[in-house]
């Protein structure tokens, strides 16, 4: 058991932990197994999400990318290639994740004074949202950006994997504050 998990009091309230998470996480069933969620009574909507990561890199390395002097070639597009291919097969990583026909992908790559920021848009028309299909588009695309400069820069730090933003579906909207 993870060590957060220790502090967490057994029962409280005369409630235990185990149906306090059933009634908080949506991936537990009655027995308190990993479940994947019946998305089957919902409605179908439009939903989009948008995510974001951060590759923090040295002036040094981002002079190198604004001047496309990589040795492994132009990291924008392969970035933006990675970070699309990552968001079409999220269920193919994330267990309990379904499986979506996506509408459309898109990922920006903005080279930054500090590193490169990259943002994953990922929309579709279904029963579930795409919140993890931008994540793991951000996520790859991050790594992507590490692989290509880590033979001038092993010390490249990937931070800032967040969700911006999600819409369509029985929760609404999320803007994350910035």
Aim: proline share 3%; with cysteine.
């Amino acid at each position: 058991m993870f060590r957060a998990w220790a502090a967490f009091p057994r029962v409280l309230n005369g409630v235990s932990l185990q149906r306090r998470l059933q009634a908080t996480l949506s991936h537990v069933d009655s027995g308190g197994q990993a479940s994947m969620v019946d998305v089957s009574p919902k409605p179908s909507s439009t939903r989009t999400a948008t995510a974001q990561a951060f590759v923090e890199l040295s002036p040094e390395t981002v002079e190198l990318v604004r001047s496309a002097a990589l040795k492994k070639g132009d990291i924008v597009s392969v970035t933006k290639i990675a970070g699309i291919m990552a968001a079409k097969r999220t269920s193919d990583v994330i267990p309990l994740c379904h499986s979506l026909a996506l509408d459309h992908v898109d990922v920006t790559v903005d080279i930054q004074s500090g590193g490169i920021l990259v943002e994953c848009l990922a929309k579709t028309t279904g029963r579930t949202g795409v919140e993890m299909e931008a994540m793991h588009g951000a996520s790859v695309a991050a790594l992507t950006v590490y692989d290509m400069i880590k033979g001038v820069e092993k010390g490249a730090t990937i931070r800032s994997v967040k969700l911006l933003a999600k819409s369509g579906g029985q929760s609404g909207s999320f803007a994350a504050r910035l």
